[in-house]
């Protein structure tokens, strides 16, 4: 090309803005691109700042008037301009986050993205970062006139920056769960439903924060006390992981069924219950925590370590009902992803998929919840029979666990055998109606006989509640814990088979995918 030709070539010449959004996740851009010019978005936007400019001529010209140099009027001004601000972001940006995904779908230019470059991931990052985005406008709508509140008095910098910071991480921590939620079908019908269960949790939210802050804004936060912070940091390190949770989920739910969808959500479940489980030892045994915080002696009582307990043995379930009804057979994808070294694979062995070695997972999660749990109850405060009781109520909620799990696990391998349309979610549900049947089942005898729980208690073997609860208040009248914990030894070799050939399926196949040559040569 001559010097003549080049020099009538166009010389496009990016501002520092454009390239940086070169960089940028492309989700992130056309989503935000669309939301700004929405009619939606400018509609609320609008929306927020006449909302706040009539705050603040009615509360001054109507409601304060000339007392308001000598009334501490900041409270009341700040409570009306959190009102605004807490309905778009935590109503207004999680249903915008919502709608996301089906309206790609609605558009038909979902399959566009999935056969791009982009990965599950990053498109959830990217809508996830378009509704941070659109959070931060509306901030800058309102937060000036509630940073203006600080001149009123009645209420201090320091409690405008916490509220807003954690109404902040609240709204993009909701915007996460609705677009985790907004993956779970891809039919209009079923998505309308689950958009009509997303919003009474919304609105239950939403009345919850704004009564929270009713009640919090009368009084001055110790932000000078470590246990204060301490606090925060607690919530934190259970919220991050939740998140990530969230987040492993929602990529999870737009993987095709060959890649690895297990890993991610297994390893955020475990982490959540050992944070959980760390942060009750250290307040059960205050020796663990710096000498600053003045906790020096036990100081959680028997009655919150059980509801704990209790807690997190449902949270055990819900988790094993997801990670040992799926395939057993590990795809090509998944096998070029295992470890070479023996070592590391005996590592990962549990969090890989695959229903066997998520019954080894879930076994493991039970083992560490007992030992927690009875080390807990030991060093609480408490009578000793009452504490003896407790931990026989632990091996009584883990036994349940693994008859129960395991009941599910071998019930799904089974209907899977008898149609190759039955998969994991009905396997899944089958276990939440075996479980149900297991706690209102033995209640309907009391149509038969009322008095049968004191005559007949036997019959309520079948239900965990009921009978933890009576192994810990009336160790008379409860079923027998022998029987209790034969019925988890049950339901633990009702797989081991399944265990044994998830583990030796892991640890003796190739990294590479087998036959890959030979059916391309085909």
């Not at 939740?242 to 999870?252: G, K, M, P, S």
């Not at 370590?305 to 799926?326: A, D, K, S």
Request: hydrophobic letters at 55%; charged letters at 10%.
């Amino acid at each position: 090309m001559s010097t003549a030709e080049e020099s009538l070539e166009p010389t496009v010449h990016k501002d520092w803005l454009e390239r940086a959004s070169d960089f940028l996740n492309p989700i992130l851009v056309k989503e935000t691109r669309q939301a700004l010019k929405s009619r939606a978005f400018v509609s609320v936007f609008l929306l927020m700042l006449i909302a706040s400019w009539l705050i603040s001529s009615i509360g001054v010209l109507y409601v304060y008037g000339p007392d308001l140099s000598y009334a501490a009027a900041g409270r009341s001004f700040f409570t009306a301009f959190y009102t605004v601000l807490s309905i778009a972001v935590f109503i207004v940006v999680p249903q915008g986050a919502f709608r996301s995904i089906q309206s790609e779908r609605d558009l038909q230019t979902f399959e566009m993205l999935t056969i791009t470059t982009l990965s599950p991931r990053k498109i959830i990052w990217g809508k996830w970062w378009s509704a941070a985005v659109q959070t931060v406008v509306y901030y800058a709508a309102i937060a000036p006139f509630m940073v203006f509140t600080n001149l009123l008095r009645g209420i201090s910098l320091p409690f405008i920056a916490f509220v807003l910071i954690w109404s902040f991480i609240g709204s993009v921590s909701l915007a996460m769960v609705a677009i985790t939620f907004s993956t779970f079908t891809k039919q209009r019908q079923a998505f309308g439903l689950l958009q009509f269960l997303l919003v009474m949790p919304l609105i239950t939210s939403l009345i919850s924060i704004l009564s929270f802050m009713a009640q919090l804004i009368g009084e001055e936060l110790p932000f000078d006390d470590p246990k204060f912070w301490l606090v925060q940091v607690i919530v934190l390190s259970l919220l991050i992981p939740a998140f990530v949770l969230f987040r492993q989920i929602a990529t999870a739910n737009l993987t095709f069924e060959g890649a690895n969808r297990s890993t991610g959500i297994r390893i955020s479940c475990f982490l959540l219950l050992l944070i959980s489980l760390g942060w009750l030892l250290m307040f059960a045994d205050p020796s663990y925590l710096p000498t600053f915080l003045g906790l020096s002696s036990a100081s959680i009582p028997l009655e919150m370590v059980i509801t704990w307990m209790v807690t997190i043995g449902i949270w055990l379930w819900l988790v094993g009902l997801f990670t040992t009804t799926e395939d057993d057979r590990l795809s090509r994808r998944v096998r070029q992803e295992v470890p070479r070294r023996m070592v590391t694979r005996l590592l990962v062995l549990p969090f890989y998929p695959g229903g066997g070695r998520g019954f080894l997972y879930f076994v493991m999660s039970v083992l560490i919840f007992v030992g927690s749990a009875c080390y807990l109850i030991s060093i609480s405060t408490g009578p000793i029979h009452e504490k003896q009781q407790s931990q026989l109520m632990v091996v009584g909620i883990a036994s349940y666990l693994l008859f129960y799990i395991g009941l599910t696990s071998f019930l799904g391998r089974a209907i899977r055998k008898v149609g190759s349309d039955l998969h994991a979610a009905h396997a899944r549900v089958l276990g939440i109606l075996v479980g149900s049947a297991g706690v209102i089942g033995p209640f309907l005898f009391v149509f038969w006989d009322p008095l049968f729980p004191q005559t007949m208690p036997w019959l309520m073997i079948t239900n965990p509640f009921t009978s933890c609860y009576k192994l810990v208040s009336d160790a008379g009248t409860a079923p027998p814990l022998t029987a209790i914990i034969v019925m988890g030894a049950l339901g633990l070799l009702l797989n081991v088979k399944n265990l044994i050939l998830g583990i030796r399926e892991f640890l003796t196949t190739s990294p590479e995918a087998p036959a890959a040559t030979a059916t391309l040569a085909v």
